[in-house]
């Protein structure tokens, strides 16, 4: 029997707890007894700790009477990960990872283990949204900003939310084989394996900042007029300045290249389309500057691991 252990603390995100666990206690259906999960809570607190969305949870047992010796522990996302640190929660999960066959968080859950100085030298991942935040957190963890989850030796981190169910699933597959993994997403009514990653969900290009400046002036101009051919003499141009002194300011004040820029905004642009809009394939490569569909379809296959019709059927 394996053991598996969710940390709860003030604010947590109660979906992150729950569904993990949910596909946990599924799979039990298929297992026999002696290879069944032996599924528990640990609270930071003791009494009912209240998650994000004001549901009241008390945990089975207090961290000071909390078995360290877990086969696979978890730790959930939430406000309370990234907002507050909970200094006995840090020290705790410091020695019980060391005695965990595995460890891991869901979606900014990352963010626990990082302030415990346990994602230093590995791979690791959280929801797109706060990737950035935890490659400026933790600058010695590598941050995979795509991946709906990320294993890398004994710690294992999912992208926002519902990625701590693909999270699960995997942890099952591994342990039981994917037989029985497959029979308990039947059961979820969720896919073993998602098409594309996180790029998926999240915008690729930035909000463009609300102060003017040549940059600004350019990034709009480009986001008005995205179905005009642009090269970055043309945008340059636009700016006043040299080609080579454009891109080296547009890279410094946006973090990418101005034609990342242009190829990030396009596909937004087709995205918004897609979801919104009953358009045809070609309308919308051309209203978004791809110049036909065939351009559109590879580079939404390269960036979003999708074609435009599988972001149509998933996102509409």
Not at 107 to 136: M, N, P, S
Request: proline fraction near 4%.
């Amino acid at each position: 029997m394996k053991t598996v252990a969710m940390v709860l603390f003030p604010d947590f995100l109660l979906l992150d707890m729950a569904g993990p666990m949910e596909v946990f206690s599924i799979a039990n259906r298929y297992l026999a007894q002696d290879q069944r999960y032996e599924l528990s809570t640990i609270g930071t607190e003791h009494g009912a700790l209240r998650a994000s969305n004001g549901v009241n949870i008390t945990a089975d047992v207090h961290i000071d009477q909390a078995s360290d010796r877990y086969d696979l522990l978890l730790v959930p996302g939430g406000p309370g990960a990234y907002n507050e640190k909970h200094p006995p929660l840090l020290d705790w999960l410091r020695g019980a990872s060391r005695r965990a066959g595995r460890y891991g968080s869901i979606c900014t859950g990352a963010f626990v283990l990082g302030h415990a100085g346990l994602l230093d030298g590995y791979r690791v991942t959280t929801h797109w949204h706060y990737t950035e935040r935890l490659i400026k957190g933790f600058p010695k963890a590598t941050v995979e900003t795509d991946q709906i989850y990320v294993q890398d030796r004994n710690l294992i981190t999912s992208g926002g939310v519902t990625a701590g169910i693909d999270l699960a699933l995997a942890v099952v597959a591994e342990d039981h084989g994917k037989k029985v993994a497959q029979d308990v997403a039947k059961v979820l009514l969720v896919v073993m394996k998602r098409q594309g990653g996180q790029a998926q969900f999240s915008p690729l290009m930035a909000a463009v900042a609300p102060h003017e400046t040549a940059i600004t002036r350019v990034q709009n101009h480009v986001l008005e007029h995205l179905d005009k051919p642009f090269s970055i003499d043309c945008m340059a141009s636009l700016a006043a300045m040299s080609p080579r002194h454009f891109a080296r300011v547009f890279a410094r004040d946006v973090n990418m290249t101005p034609m990342e820029f242009l190829q990030s905004a396009r596909i937004d642009n087709a995205r918004n389309l897609l979801e919104t809009s009953e358009l045809p394939l070609k309308t919308i490569a051309f209203k978004s500057g791809f110049g036909s569909v065939r351009h559109m379809r590879f580079l939404f296959s390269e960036k979003l691991g999708l074609t435009p019709s599988q972001y149509r059927e998933q996102f509409s």
